[in-house]
C-alpha cells in the first residue's frame, strides 16, 4: 500500500526533473542565443579553416536578422500563424479553447492550437506525437520561454527555422532558403505579396506550393494580407498593390556548403561520438582529416567520368536514362588513417546516399590479394611458384577467365598481374580455403565468409571503407589503420569534447606484406592497371577488381601516404559490362595525377631474399634463359634448381611453357553479358546444391 501512495509522488519527481532537463535545454540552446554561433570545420592535413555552418543542419548562411529584414516579412507570418502573438505570454487561450472545441468534436487531438513559441518548442525539443502529456509539457515550456526573451528574438528563431517544404531530398528550413529558392532572392529584397506568399506556404508547404496549386497559394496569401490589413499591419493602399500582383514563381538555388559528401559523413561521425545536442547548440571547433585540394579533385574526377562513360558507350547512356552512373572515390593516409577525400557518389544533389560506407557489393577481383597472402604467407607457394591454367571443376562449378582461354603452366605473379581466375581457384583450393577466410578476417572483413570454391574471387558483399582499410596494411608492411574522419572536437569555450585515438593493428608480418606489394606494383607495371603509367602513375601499385558479370568495376591503388579506392557501377545493378582498367583506372589515374603526393615504395624488411629467375619455369636464372627477372622470396623459399638451357631447354619450353599473353577485355557484348549472367546464376546454384549434399553427409 505504501508503494502503490508513493506513487504519485515520485511520478510528480520525474515530471518536475524533466521538465528541469528540457527548461536547461532552452535556455542553453535558445536563450543563450547559441543558435546564432557558427560551427567551424578545420582541416588538420591543411591547418585552415574550410566551412562556418550554422544551424543544426548545417548551412552556410548565418541566421537572419530580424532586424535586417522588413517589418511586414515578420508580420505576415504572425498573420498566418499566431494572430495574438506579440499579445500573449507563450499560449493563446483564444486559440486554445477554439482547438479544443474541434478535439472535443473529434474525440481526439485534431488541432493544437499552437503559438510560435510553442511551435518553437515542440520542433525542437518534444516529439511530433498528438497527446495531453506532451502539449502540457509543450504549453509550460512556452510560457517559460516567452518570459525570458522578447517578442522580436522568438519571432527571429522562428523565422530562422520554420519549414517551408523539401528540395531535393532536402528540407528548406527559414525564411532565407525559401526566398532563395521560391524567388531567387534575398530575404531583405521579399516584396510584401512574396512575404505573405511564403507566410501561407506553412499550412501544407509540400502540396500548397507556387508551382504545384498557384490559385490556391494565392487565395491564402489574400487571406493573410487581409489579416494584416484589418490589423493595421499594412496599409489599404499596400493590400491593393499586393493581391493586383501574380503569383510569380522564379526558382533558385539554396546555398550549399562545400564538400557536402564529406561533411555529411563528418556529422554522422560527431554524433555517434558526443552525442547530438553539443551539435544542434552549436558553437564547435571541429579539427577533421580533410584535404580541401584532394576533395575537390575527387568531386570533379567523379562528374567528369561519369559523364565520359555516358558519351563513350551507348548502353551506359542508355541505362544512365533509368538511374544516374555512380563513381565513389575514398582516399585514406596509410600512414595515420586519416580520410583525405570521400565521395559518395557521381553528384549529392542528385543522390545524397554515401556509396563509401553504406554500400555493400562484390569486390570482384580486389579481393585476390587477400588469397594470394595467404598462400605466400603459407609458404606453400611463392611469386614463382607455377599454377596451371586449364579447365578445372569443383563442386560442379567451373570457373574461367575473362577472355575465355586458358594458358598452361603460369607463375603465380603472372595469374596475379593479370587477374586469371582459373589458376587463383587452382592456388586457393591447394592451400585450403580456411586459410583465406582466416587472412581477411586479419584485413577487418567482418563479413560470415562461405567456404565456396568461388571466394578468392570476391563474390561476398563488402564496403568500399573496409577494402580500403585492409589495403593500408601494403605501404605499411602488414600494419592496417583504420581510416577516420574526425579529429577534434572542441567548445566554444575550448574544452576538448573528443580526440581520435587512432586504430592501428598488425595483421600481417613484414615480410610476405612485402612480397605482396610487389605483386601489387606488377599489377601496374605489367598488368591489368598497366594504363595508369599514361598518368605518369607507373609508381603505384594496387589491384583491380571487375566482378564476374562486368556489372562492378573496382581499383584500389596507393603510394606511400595515399591508398585509393574507385568504384564505378549502377546502384541496382545494370550491367556496366566494363571492366576496371576501362572505367575505374581511368578515375583513379585522373584523380591521383591532380594532387600531390608521395612517390616511394616500402623498403625490403628482414625475412625476404632477392633472386635472379627465369619468369618461364619459375626456377632460378642462367645464361640462355629467358629473363633474367628480379624477384622477391620470403627466407627459405627461394628456387634451389637453374632453369634448363640449350637444345633440351628450348624444347621444355615449347612443350610446357608456350602461352598468349592475356589483356583482360575492356568491355563485353550484350550477348556475353547475357551468357555470363545466365552462368553466375547457375553456377552459385550449382555451390550451393553442393554444399547441401555435403551438410546432408556430416549430419
Not at 477554439?98 to 525539443?125: E, P
Not at 510569380?248 to 539554396?254: K, W
Not at 544542434?280 to 562513360?309: H, N, Y
Request: hydrophobic residues 40%; charged residues 25%; proline residues 6%.
Amino acid at each position: 500500500m505504501m508503494a502503490i501512495a508513493l506513487l504519485p509522488w515520485l511520478a510528480a519527481f520525474y515530471f518536475s526533473v524533466w521538465m528541469n532537463v528540457l527548461d536547461h535545454r532552452v535556455t542553453r540552446e535558445l536563450v543563450q542565443h547559441r543558435w546564432r554561433e557558427p560551427t567551424i570545420i578545420v582541416s588538420a592535413a591543411r591547418n585552415a579553416e574550410v566551412a562556418r555552418l550554422y544551424g543544426l543542419d548545417w548551412r552556410t548562411t548565418p541566421p537572419v536578422s530580424i532586424a535586417t529584414i522588413p517589418h511586414f516579412v515578420g508580420d505576415a507570418f504572425i498573420a498566418a500563424e499566431d494572430v495574438r502573438f506579440r499579445n500573449h505570454d507563450g499560449i493563446d487561450p483564444v486559440g486554445m479553447l477554439r482547438a479544443a472545441a474541434v478535439d472535443l468534436r473529434t474525440r481526439g487531438i485534431a488541432q493544437g492550437g499552437s503559438t510560435i513559441d510553442q511551435q518553437i518548442i515542440k520542433s525542437r525539443f518534444l516529439s511530433q506525437e498528438r497527446t495531453w502529456r506532451r502539449k502540457i509539457v509543450e504549453m509550460l515550456l512556452a510560457v517559460a520561454f516567452d518570459a525570458r526573451m522578447t517578442k522580436d528574438e522568438i519571432l527571429e528563431i522562428y523565422l530562422n527555422e520554420v519549414y517551408l517544404g523539401h528540395n531535393g531530398g532536402k528540407p528548406v528550413l527559414g525564411i532565407d532558403e525559401a526566398s532563395r529558392l521560391y524567388f531567387d532572392k534575398e530575404p531583405r529584397d521579399l516584396r510584401l505579396d512574396e512575404a505573405a506568399l511564403l507566410a501561407g506556404i506553412v499550412r501544407a508547404p509540400n502540396r500548397d506550393t507556387p508551382e504545384k496549386r498557384p490559385d490556391v497559394v494565392r487565395a491564402r496569401r489574400d487571406a493573410i494580407l487581409r489579416v494584416m490589413l484589418d490589423h493595421r499591419w499594412i496599409t489599404g493602399e499596400q493590400f491593393r498593390d499586393a493581391t493586383a500582383q501574380d503569383v510569380e514563381f522564379n526558382r533558385g538555388t539554396i546555398p550549399q556548403a562545400r564538400f557536402p559528401f564529406y561533411l555529411r559523413a563528418l556529422r554522422g561521425d560527431i554524433v555517434e561520438a558526443i552525442g547530438v545536442r553539443p551539435v544542434i547548440e552549436g558553437g564547435l571547433r571541429i579539427t577533421c582529416e580533410l584535404d580541401p585540394d584532394a576533395q575537390r579533385a575527387a568531386e570533379r574526377v567523379a562528374r567528369k567520368s561519369a559523364a565520359q562513360l555516358e558519351s563513350r558507350f551507348e548502353w551506359i547512356a542508355e541505362a544512365a536514362q533509368h538511374e544516374p552512373l555512380q563513381t565513389a572515390i575514398f582516399s585514406v593516409d596509410p600512414r595515420s588513417g586519416g580520410v583525405r577525400a570521400l565521395v559518395g557518389g557521381t553528384d549529392y544533389n542528385v543522390s545524397p546516399f554515401d556509396r563509401t560506407s553504406n554500400m555493400r557489393r562484390q569486390p570482384g577481383s580486389a579481393f585476390k590479394t587477400f588469397a594470394y597472402l595467404a598462400a605466400i604467407a603459407s609458404k606453400r607457394a611463392t611469386t614463382a611458384t607455377l599454377l596451371v591454367d586449364a579447365p578445372i571443376t569443383v563442386a560442379s562449378w567451373q570457373p574461367h577467365n575473362y577472355d575465355e582461354r586458358y594458358r598452361g603452366r603460369v607463375s603465380v605473379r603472372e595469374a596475379f598481374e593479370a587477374s586469371l581466375n582459373v589458376p587463383t581457384v587452382r592456388l586457393t583450393q591447394d592451400i585450403g580455403l580456411q586459410r583465406v577466410i582466416r587472412t581477411a578476417h586479419k584485413f577487418g572483413f567482418d563479413e560470415k565468409f562461405e567456404t565456396i570454391p568461388a571466394l578468392p574471387l570476391g563474390v561476398t558483399e563488402v564496403t568500399m571503407r573496409e577494402l580500403t582499410a585492409a589495403y593500408t596494411a601494403f605501404p605499411n608492411l602488414g600494419t592496417r589503420v583504420e581510416p577516420y574522419l574526425l579529429t577534434e572536437v572542441r567548445d566554444r569555450e575550448g574544452k576538448q569534447l573528443f580526440a581520435q585515438d587512432v586504430e592501428r593493428k598488425n595483421v600481417a608480418d613484414a615480410a610476405p606484406a612485402y612480397v605482396m606489394h610487389t605483386l601489387l606494383r606488377g599489377v601496374v607495371q605489367r598488368g591489368t592497371a598497366s594504363r595508369l603509367k599514361r598518368y605518369g602513375l607507373g609508381y603505384a601499385a594496387g589491384k583491380t577488381g571487375t566482378t564476374n558479370d562486368y556489372r562492378d568495376a573496382w581499383f584500389v591503388g596507393y603510394t606511400p601516404d595515399m591508398v585509393t579506392t574507385v568504384w564505378v557501377g549502377f546502384d541496382h545493378g545494370a550491367p556496366l559490362r566494363l571492366s576496371s582498367a576501362e572505367a575505374a583506372i581511368p578515375v583513379w589515374g585522373a584523380y591521383m595525377s591532380a594532387i600531390p603526393h608521395v612517390r616511394g615504395e616500402p623498403s625490403p624488411p628482414k625475412g625476404v631474399t632477392f633472386r635472379n629467375i627465369d619468369p618461364e619455369t619459375g626456377m632460378l636464372w642462367r645464361d640462355d634463359c629467358p629473363g633474367p627477372l628480379r624477384e622477391v622470396f620470403l627466407d627459405g623459399t627461394a628456387p634451389t634448381h637453374a632453369c634448363p638451357s640449350g637444345i633440351l631447354g628450348r624444347v621444355i619450353r615449347r612443350v610446357f611453357f608456350d602461352r598468349e599473353n592475356f589483356t583482360e577485355p575492356p568491355a563485353i557484348t550484350l550477348d556475353q553479358f547475357r551468357k555470363w549472367a545466365t552462368e553466375v546464376v547457375r553456377d552459385r546454384q550449382n555451390v550451393e546444391h553442393g554444399l547441401d549434399r555435403l551438410r546432408d553427409f556430416f549430419r
